[in-house]
């Protein structure tokens, strides 16, 4: 079995964090080995071996195979051997009980009857990479039902995904969670190998379409040059060769957030997180807001070259990048390149997680409300759409589960109206249907957008499309169908006609099917808001001839259903039901007040036409493109640095913000504002005394000494 096989099982067993115990093992097995050769020699002759370079050491150092993104890799080789041998007395008598049946286990050999040595594999202590699967899984199972404190759910760990992988109940993470709280992670566990999109790319089209696209070939050296420089593999990202190389730290560093130690809010969060989960923030380091005033002044002087030189001396500072991006989407610039600079936040980002974050468990979480948190939300949700874009639509799903899991609960950019979107379009037809039963943390039955869905996931498995899937003859689907048809009726008008399924206009024109109330010229409702993005979204999903057959009939049977008006005493109950979730849905949405939420998911979501339906106060209010829709707990330290002097320069227009049409007084605002930011820049640097001579975190190889030994690096880089 390879390492990668090795790891790989080990991170679907919850056993991320024993990689040091698994290391201590194999050292014992082969000293074992060791110990049983020399008492065959001759006495007074040391016939052992040296022993075997420690399989474990080489998997986690093994460039090749996936990371999870939660280690940290700051400290030193040193270190971590001075961890592994600090044990607890718990960890120490699990270790030694395995030690104890391997040794036990390779005295006997392959053929218990055989003399000792003469086995299969001649007596030997094998290596966690020869064992077969079996062998190995063996292993982790005795050492799982022996280990202390283990519970009777930790040993019948749930399946998740068709039984590929199996989410543990956190024991191994730190905390203990609840039935509810862990069919809900299972719903936000990511598989690390789909969020590589040009995996996915060369599973779709090949390896042709990759070097067709640029994506593969050529730069060997620079690559190279790259891991070298690159202290920390990356999981949401994959670095590129003609990338700056990453020589300094970004300065965006993560930390867990401790209750006690936070403000009364964070503490009110914390204790009535639902969620069982680990909470973390972001922070930057000084050198980071020394740059980052220079960044504020660039963009409030409307001066997108500025943004691109600090872009360039700083290639890794996130805010310029993410600035930048939006800069070139938006006044028709490469969108290849747009989405490179975002990929490039992401991994400046990672770089700075914390030992304990995870971007693939669904157990981290982060503090929205601090604006140094906010821009790995933005990246995200980012990288999320120029996924979508390139067609990649299974890593836009996984991406799409990172970000829910930062915060499951608020969900800072709604992303739960596109969750849906990608699972469909990855054919992953069985977690839409696993995610509206299991999924509890929010009312995921009172949206018209899974409601919809969970109907066409649910025709997609009856017909067959999904994967191993046989086609049925159940009607699950079309009942499905008619129930949202029902309670979300102002769906029908607006999806059927994007999606042109052939029906009379005077059944679209049906009473049942009109808005519950007037709607304002001006701005929509809520309820308006969420079906218009929804069939703006969604609506390419049911053109085909097949699924617009299936419209038709559910349209029919709902509108007998209406005829009927639930008298009939079959239908009495779920009639009853499906009135009760209809008033619940209307008393929800239908009303002018936008959640902060959705006003922002709508804002960043690249839906023109949606956008100008958002209430007044918000499409008039302006706000970063790097930092949309600032939270009304918003907790800025650029504000407590000056002593909240940043309040105005926050109203300024920036370039790719929003809502800055036909503001005259911008250039006099502007005017006004530059001097205190001068002044603000002034003070920030005295503030940081003799540290200018250090080399900013991020800085390019192009501001460095020639004779520093990275020559190549510096002669390649080009620009951001």
């Given at each position: 079995m390879s390492s990668r096989a090795v790891r790989r099982l080990l991170k679907e067993r919850g056993y991320d964090d024993l990689a040091e115990t698994a290391a201590h093992v194999e050292s014992?097995?082969?000293?074992?080995?060791?110990?049983?050769?020399?008492?065959?020699?001759?006495?007074?002759?040391?016939?052992?071996?040296?022993?075997?370079?420690?399989?474990?050491?080489?998997?986690?150092?093994?460039?090749?195979?996936?990371?999870?993104?939660?280690e940290k890799n700051s400290n030193s080789e040193g270190e971590e051997e001075n961890a592994a041998h600090s044990s607890k007395p718990s960890e120490k008598l699990q270790t030694s009980q395995i030690d104890d049946k391997i040794a036990s286990t390779r005295k006997k050999g392959k053929g218990g009857n055989k003399k000792k040595g003469k086995g299969k594999r001649g007596g030997k202590a094998v290596?966690?990479?020869?064992?077969?699967?079996?062998?190995?899984?063996?292993?982790?199972?005795?050492?799982?039902?022996?280990?202390?404190?283990?519970?009777?759910?930790?040993?019948?760990?749930?399946?998740?995904?068709?039984?590929?992988?199996?989410?543990?109940?956190?024991?191994?993470?730190?905390?203990?969670?609840?039935?509810e709280?862990?069919?809900?992670?299972?719903?936000?566990?990511?598989?690390?190998?789909?969020?590589?999109?040009?995996?996915?790319?060369?599973?779709?089209?090949?390896?042709?379409?990759?070097?067709?696209?640029?994506?593969?070939?050529?730069?060997?050296?620079?690559?190279?040059?790259?891991?070298?420089?690159?202290?920390?593999?990356?999981?949401?990202?994959?670095?590129?060769?003609?990338?700056p190389p990453l020589l300094h730290a970004p300065g965006v560093e993560m930390r867990q957030l401790v209750e006690t130690d936070?403000?009364?809010?964070?503490?009110?969060?914390?204790?009535?997180?639902?969620?069982?989960?680990?909470?973390?923030?972001?922070?930057?380091?000084?050198?980071?807001?020394?740059?980052?005033?220079?960044?504020?002044?660039?963009?409030?002087?409307?001066?997108?070259?500025?943004?691109?030189?600090?872009?360039?001396?700083?290639?890794?500072?996130?805010?310029?990048?993410?600035?930048?991006?939006?800069?070139?989407?938006?006044?028709?610039?490469?969108?290849?390149?747009?989405?490179t600079l975002v990929e490039r936040a992401l991994f400046a980002f990672e770089q700075g997680f914390a030992a304990r974050f995870s971007v693939t468990n669904g157990m981290s979480r982060l503090d929205f409300r601090r604006i140094e948190s906010r821009g790995l939300f933005l990246a995200l949700f980012r990288h999320m759409q120029f996924m979508s874009r390139r067609g990649?639509?299974?890593?836009?799903?996984?991406?799409?589960?990172?970000?829910?899991?930062?915060?499951?609960?608020?969900?800072?950019?709604?992303?739960?109206?596109?969750?849906?979107?990608f699972a469909l379009k990855s054919r992953q037809y069985e977690y839409v249907r696993r995610f509206m039963a299991d999924w509890s943390w929010s009312r995921v039955d009172l949206l018209p957008n899974w409601a919809y869905s969970q109907a066409l996931a649910e025709f997609m498995l009856e017909s067959g499309d999904g994967k191993k899937s046989k086609k049925s003859e159940g009607r699950a689907s079309m009942d499905l169908l008619v129930e949202a048809i029902l309670v979300f009726p102002t769906v029908v008008p607006i999806l059927w006609t994007k999606a042109g399924v052939d029906v009379d206009p005077v059944v679209l024109t049906h009473p049942y099917f009109e808005d519950v109330q007037i709607p304002d010229e001006s701005a929509m409702t809520y309820m308006q808001l969420m079906v218009q993005m929804f069939a703006e979204r969604n609506s390419a999903l049911y053109r085909t001839p097949e699924v617009g057959r299936w419209l038709q009939e559910g349209l029919l049977l709902a509108l007998e259903r209406i005829a009927i008006g639930g008298t009939d005493e079959r239908d009495i109950s779920a009639s009853t039901a499906i009135v009760t979730r209809k008033q619940q849905a209307q008393k929800k949405l239908c009303s002018y007040v936008v959640p902060e939420n959705i006003s922002r998911h709508v804002l960043v979501a690249d839906m023109d036409a949606v956008k100008a339906g958002l209430p007044e106060e918000v499409r008039k209010a302006t706000s970063f493109a790097f930092d949309p829709l600032p939270p009304h707990n918003n907790i800025n330290i650029y504000d407590d640095l000056?002593?909240?002097?940043?309040?105005?320069?926050?109203?300024?227009r920036m370039p790719g913000a929003f809502g800055n049409e036909g503001d005259e007084d911008n250039e006099e605002l502007v005017a006004a504002a530059l001097p205190a930011i001068r002044g603000i820049m002034e003070r920030l640097r005295a503030q940081l005394g003799g540290q200018d001579d250090e080399i900013d975190p991020g800085t390019s190889s192009d501001e460095e000494d020639s004779g520093s030994g990275n020559n190549e690096a510096a002669a390649d880089h080009e620009g951001p």
């Open positions: 014992k097995a082969q000293q074992a080995t060791a110990t049983e050769t020399g008492s065959e020699s001759e006495e007074g002759m040391d016939n052992t071996k040296p022993a075997q370079a420690n399989m474990f050491d080489l998997l986690m150092q093994d460039n090749g195979s996936p990371d999870t993104g939660s290596a966690a990479a020869d064992m077969s699967m079996a062998e190995f899984e063996a292993q982790l199972k005795e050492h799982g039902a022996h280990s202390p404190g283990a519970t009777a759910n930790e040993k019948d760990s749930r399946e998740v995904d068709g039984g590929k992988s199996k989410a543990g109940r956190g024991e191994a993470l730190g905390v203990m969670l609840t039935d709280q862990q069919h809900n992670r299972a719903l936000l566990v990511v598989e690390a190998k789909y969020l590589n999109s040009e995996a996915e790319i060369r599973r779709l089209f090949g390896s042709a379409a990759l070097k067709d696209s640029g994506g593969g070939g050529g730069g060997g050296g620079r690559r190279r040059f790259m891991q070298r420089a690159i202290a920390k593999r990356s999981s949401l990202t994959q670095p590129k060769p003609t990338w936070e403000d009364k809010e964070m503490q009110q969060l914390i204790a009535a997180d639902p969620t069982g989960g680990q909470w973390f923030t972001i922070e930057h380091s000084m050198r980071f807001r020394t740059v980052q005033l220079e960044f504020l002044e660039a963009v409030i002087t409307n001066d997108a070259d500025a943004i691109a030189a600090l872009a360039h001396h700083h290639p890794y500072h996130v805010d310029a990048l993410l600035q930048l991006s939006e800069i070139l989407k938006q006044t028709g610039g490469d969108f290849g390149e747009a989405g990649c639509w299974r890593t836009a799903l996984e991406v799409n589960k990172v970000l829910l899991g930062l915060d499951p609960v608020r969900d800072p950019y709604g992303v739960l109206l596109t969750l849906d979107f000056v002593g909240g002097n940043m309040e105005g320069v926050y109203r300024l």
